[in-house]
């Protein structure tokens, strides 16, 4: 019987003794989870890492009036008296002075109705800028939606707005029937194959990518690696290539699903990161100051994309429109870790060439437009960014018509390269 007692309490004292090596062991490993989770950082491609003055000022900047609050009578006091400057100097004829102290007084209270209505008002009617004026009248009506006068201003511009973008849309259509008519006389394939990787230099170049047009030429004909430039520059240009390939074959399809999606960001992303390469986020994300969804929406939130991509209301529209809309919805969900812009640009590009389209460039040049318009869709405007790739698409047709000299000088510029032994 004492034996038996002190076998007992030994086996008794070895399981607690295990209990308490386990619970420590879990409480420990869940620290551990969760201290990695929550200092890990999460980068993404709308976020400039290699270019710290652009990103400083795009998307980290907190602009002024953010600081200004602490001091809201003063700044109120100082905007109402640069608003009464900028009608006096209108009044007196003196536009250009005008014209400065309304965007003054509209980067110190960027949220003020008053401010971008007489904003508005000045650009309208002294500028004959109806665009610009509506876009700041809708802001308004952001910060204000019940204004009387913001929204007797957008009333008189919006349909004027409209009638400019259908226009716009018909000088478009037509020079890509132009471009048709080109194609069926010939067109020279070298050209086709230096756009093809002037295409390929703009779309890394907004990610940060340094190589130049040449060099990346040189790098996907003969596989050599380029001196002085990372290894993940290099593998951003191959995923890139290989995703542009795909996309050419899925111009015979009718549809787009999940698994299409899936398939362009697996090459996208397949040399440089290629755990994660072809799967949607299982973290939150964030792009500066947007918060995307959580990765539990995830799911629900691609199939209802997708089914909009596919849906009569999407085809419907005019492609250019429809394409910028893909665009921005897919950046908007931003269902990757990484890649989303290009992924996005990609589906843009897909939608556009099953138009008849060329692949559209969104050019280095255009990177902070292009940031800021993305900025604006997610306060609620959509048109401004649909705009800029209207745009974009009538500077890629003028570049294959011959007709955008400033775009071909970056293809026929040859620096000496330098390849790796």
């Not at 989770?37 to 900047?61: M, R």
């Not at 009608?87 to 003054?104: M, P, W």
Request: proline letters at 4%; charged letters at 25%.
């Amino acid at each position: 019987m004492h034996i038996t007692t002190i076998v007992s309490s030994i086996i008794l004292c070895v399981i607690c003794i295990l209990l308490t090596i386990l619970q420590y062991y879990l409480l420990n490993s869940k620290k551990s989870h969760q201290t990695g989770k929550l200092h890990e950082p999460l980068f993404t491609d709308l976020i400039l890492s290699d270019v710290k003055s652009f990103a400083d000022e795009v998307i980290f900047e907190q602009p002024a009036f953010l600081h200004q609050r602490r001091r809201p009578q003063t700044r109120d006091s100082e905007v109402e008296h640069c608003l009464k400057a900028a009608q006096a100097y209108r009044k007196s004829g003196k536009l250009d002075k005008a014209l400065k102290l309304f965007e003054h007084a509209a980067a110190m209270a960027p949220d003020n109705p008053e401010v971008l209505i007489h904003y508005g008002q000045y650009l309208e009617e002294t500028h004959e800028d109806v665009v610009s004026a509506d876009e700041l009248y809708l802001r308004a009506l952001t910060y204000a939606p019940n204004h009387q006068g913001a929204l007797s201003n957008h009333r008189r511009t919006s349909h004027l707005v409209d009638k400019i973008d259908l226009e716009m849309f018909k000088i478009i259509d037509e020079k890509r029937e132009l471009l048709k008519e080109r194609l069926k006389s010939g067109f020279d394939f070298e050209m086709k194959k230096k756009l093809f990787y002037l295409h390929i230099y703009h779309t890394v170049g907004i990610e940060g990518n340094t190589m130049t047009v040449p060099e990346l030429q040189y790098l996907l004909e003969t596989g050599m690696v380029i001196a002085g430039k990372t290894i993940h520059e290099h593998n951003e240009i191959l995923g890139l290539e290989m995703a542009l390939r795909y996309i050419k074959i899925l111009t015979t399809t009718d549809t787009i699903t999940i698994r299409e999606l899936l398939e362009i960001h697996k090459r996208v992303m397949g040399h440089t990161d290629p755990l994660e390469a072809g799967y949607f986020r299982n973290q939150q994300v964030f792009v500066g100051g947007h918060m995307p969804p959580p990765p539990e929406k995830l799911n629900e939130l691609m199939h209802s994309y997708v089914d909009w991509l596919n849906s009569e209301e999407a085809h419907n529209m005019h492609p250019v429109r429809y394409a910028a809309l893909a665009h921005y919805k897919l950046v908007d969900i931003h269902p990757f870790t990484d890649g989303n812009g290009r992924t996005s640009r990609l589906i843009m590009n897909l939608i556009l060439l099953r138009s008849g389209y060329p692949p559209v460039i969104v050019s280095k040049k255009d990177r902070k437009k292009y940031y800021d318009y993305l900025k604006i869709a997610n306060r609620g405007d959509l048109r401004p960014f649909v705009r800029f790739i209207a745009y974009c698409t009538d500077e890629t047709l003028n570049t294959y018509l011959g007709r955008n000299k400033l775009i071909t000088h970056e293809i026929y510029s040859s620096p000496v390269i330098e390849v790796e032994d």
